[in-house]
């Protein structure tokens, strides 16, 4: 997914632009370029590949002199990675530049207008049309001429845009994709998210939709779309840069891994700690006992990992609780047309706040008046700042693509709601609650101690690197946790897997198993293992080789898989908390043994904020 950046003040640019760009990197990316007033014009210099490229092209930007410009990591979505693909685009004459993060919509249409009047593409992207639009609308205030632009545009967007009449002058929008300012010891930044800015500062404004900043070197002036001025507060931002640094570690996703324990244990006991004298207390809910008590239905809606999530969550909740729990892709739930029963509420997850398909399913539940509950990582995110209220994952930064603890906080939070949710509602005993708040302040260092043993599973992932199938097979809550499993090793390996419900194997996929397809098997309900065990022999008469992650104890397993991970005892809610860490594990080892780029799969983004 794309990111911008700007600066202006004392400082040359161009190397601010760098890093700026460097620390969005892991938002995923196929070119890249930056453009800096040099005094009588704006400069530019684009690469396709790493900033690297980049930075050799302008000797670590030294040869682009100039205290104001703009940057852009591009991820393509209109156009194949090139030079003349790659951010910033620019009017006619140079003298307007644009850098994008989004999708215009409707840029087919006003290309085909443009052209019509005369003007000339260079590129086969959505934003070269936003350029020249600017062109065609220019007033010679820059702020009358953005604001025509935006009543003209249709789409998701987060602009910079730079105008050569007003050198003093930085100018950014957006709407629907993030941006942020803060001020410099000595100027003034704009980016895409904080990582690109917590260097200079981190006392950073989240900008709203239609709110138009103008950034000095001395100064920041905010409009709205009537022209007004804005009077905005910053949010100061708690993590500091070494939290969004690899710290030593070969790479992020290996250390966000390392960090779950923390993670759980911050988002069990926040500053606000969820758990006060044996009751779990949920103060940023904003939700009533009454409320509680008169809930008819629940959402949970999401995507990807998040989505998985919401589908332990559905057994953790509905069980504790017997709430109906509703679980939805949110790419499905917006374009459904969702049929919302009274007193329902619907919860979003997303560890970015950003991703587009979670952010209009919650639009779409707030337009039907439907109660809506974030459950974010990324502190003032719009998902954070849209929902009416947000339970955050304590986490910190997850820099690397495929996400690991922010997965796991996730898992917290909704363990945590629906134990708030059954003492609210009294559908679990005094004995039951305590039980479960013990065995929740353990997982952390069982985490630990999983984490410990991540040798065993480096030699058994050494195995299956030159895998081309494998299958990730569990009933109940181990099939959610399958689901998840099965994400991380396709989406870092790129070897194909499936996530399979252990009893449906047999209703078809079974006959793709093959001698010496891997297939795992979660096993930590108790109740469900004799089911599930019979499933592991069916796969494993046909060729399979059978990988058990289940309960300490339970070794009858033993008779069926060919290699057993234990793991320790929890409560039957909580054991996804567990067996994922193994399976995190087996993933990265394998896209490790490989050479994949771990931190940076290819074709994915960390925050998916286009369609
Ligand atoms: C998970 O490893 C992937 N990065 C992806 O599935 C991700 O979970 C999904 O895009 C949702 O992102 P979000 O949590 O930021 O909304």
Redesign the pocket.
Known sequence: MCGIVGYIGEQQAAPVLLDGLAKLEYRGYDSAGIAVYNGHEIEMVKSVGRLKVLSELTHDGTTLVGKSGIGHTRWATHGSPSNDNAHPHYNKDGSIVVVHNGIIENYMKIRKMLQNKGYEFNSDTDTEVVAHLLDYYYTGSPLSTIIKVLQRIEGSYALGIMFKEFPEQVFAVRKDSPLIVGHTKDGNILASDVPAVLKYTRSVYFIENYEIVCLEKDKMTFYNIDEDELEKEPTTIEWDVAAAEKGGYEHYMLKEMYEQPKAVKDTIYPSDSRIVDGRVVIKELSMSDEDIKNIKKIYIV??????HAGVTGKYVIEGLTRIPVEVDLASEFRYRSPIYEDNSIVII???????AD?LAALRDAREHGVRVLGIVNVVGSSIAREADSVMYTWAGPEIA???TK??SAQLIALYLLGMNFAQVRNTITEDKMSSLIKDLAKLPDQIEMLLASKEKVQRFANRYIAAQNVFFIGRGIDYAISLEAS??LK?ISYIHSEAYAAGELKHGTISLIEEGTLVSAVLTQEHLYKKTISNMVEVRSRGAFVLAVTTEGNTEVEKAADYVIYIPQTNEYFTNSLAIIPLQLFGYYVAVGKGCDVDKPRN?A???TVE
């Open positions: 999401a995507c990807g990992s998040a989505y997850i997303s560890q970015s706040g950003e991703t979670s693509v495929a996400t922010a997965y994400l991380k989406e994915l960390k925050s998916v």
